[in-house]
């Protein structure tokens, strides 16, 4: 019971220090957590719940942008030094290709990153397109490279056009490995009703929940 006490304060603590942009509390307790053999994967969801809760006081008018810029330059910290634990503790061998980027007037990255790292770690390979990346630059890399899947990542209410311009250019594709590829979205603003109007076959908001609808996807497609 006090271990699980204990165990909860410290969540609460990561979560504060990221949400009060505490650069130096942030990286000292990752670290002395991560010495303590604590599942990278759990340190990480809390630093993105503190950033959900960074963005909640910038749509409050309690941060400016540089508070957001600060938040994320914290957790690509955050990311350096959990990512070598990640790479040693996730492992698989699926062997399928992802095209993935930051669709078009969209600079975040962060969340794609993890997502694309965590992948490589699964066994899959991943181009990574980067960010602002317009619709008619996924179809193009999709015809040359022949993704077994699409990865679109946004996380501003006006991504969801231009993903749903995407989709929908894929779909028309007179190419019928295009036509038919899955489409996967993924960012943390998004909810069912932003996905019914993109009209993509999956979406997540958590990396391995995402990178278990991909190994659903290649085993759909390998049957
Ligand atoms: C950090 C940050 C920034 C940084 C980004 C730095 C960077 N290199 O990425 C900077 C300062 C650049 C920035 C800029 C802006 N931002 Co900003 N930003 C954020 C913030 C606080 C955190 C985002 C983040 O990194 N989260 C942590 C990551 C780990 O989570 P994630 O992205 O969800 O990723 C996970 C999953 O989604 C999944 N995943 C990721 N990718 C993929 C891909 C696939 C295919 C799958 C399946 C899964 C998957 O894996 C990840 C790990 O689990 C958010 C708040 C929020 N609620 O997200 C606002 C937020 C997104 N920003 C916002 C805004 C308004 C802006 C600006 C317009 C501000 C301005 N006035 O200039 C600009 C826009 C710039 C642009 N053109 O893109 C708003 C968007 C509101 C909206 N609905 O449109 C938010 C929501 C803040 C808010 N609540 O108001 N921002």
Redesign the pocket.
Do not use: C, P, S
């Given at each position: 019971m006090e271990q699980e006490m204990n165990e909860q304060d410290k969540n609460v603590l990561l979560v504060d220090s990221i949400l009060d942009l505490e650069e130096l509390s942030v990286l000292a307790q990752v670290k002395e957590r991560l010495e303590a053999g604590e599942d990278p994967l759990a340190i990480?969801e809390e630093a993105?719940e503190g950033?959900?809760l960074?963005?909640?006081r910038?749509?409050e008018g309690k941060y400016y942008?540089a508070g957001?810029?600060m938040?994320?330059e914290i957790?690509r910290e955050v990311m350096e030094l959990v990512e070598p634990t990640l790479m040693q503790r996730l492992s698989g061998d699926e062997s399928g290709h992802i095209l993935?980027g930051t669709v078009q007037?969209?600079?975040?990255?962060?969340?794609?990153n993890?997502?694309s790292t965590m992948l490589r770690c699964h066994g899959f390979t991943v181009t990574d397109l980067g960010i602002d990346i317009p619709p008619a630059r996924f179809l193009e890399e999709a015809y040359k490279l022949r993704p077994d899947i699409i990865?679109?990542?946004g996380?501003?209410?006006?991504s969801y056009e231009v993903m749903k311009s995407i989709v929908q250019q894929f779909r028309q594709s007179s190419d019928p490995q295009l036509a038919s590829i899955p489409i996967?979205?993924?960012?943390?603003?998004l909810n069912p009703m932003v996905c019914a109007f993109v009209g993509a076959d999956y979406?997540?908001?958590?990396?391995m929940v995402?990178i278990e609808?991909c190994k659903q996807m290649m085993a759909k497609r390998i049957a």
């Open positions: 990480l993105q950033m959900r960074v963005g909640l910038y749509e942008v957001l810029m938040a994320g957790f993935l007037g969209n600079i975040h990255d962060i969340g794609k993890i997502f990865g679109l990542y996380l501003l209410t006006t996967i979205l993924g960012g943390g603003t979406w997540a908001i958590d990396a995402g609808l």
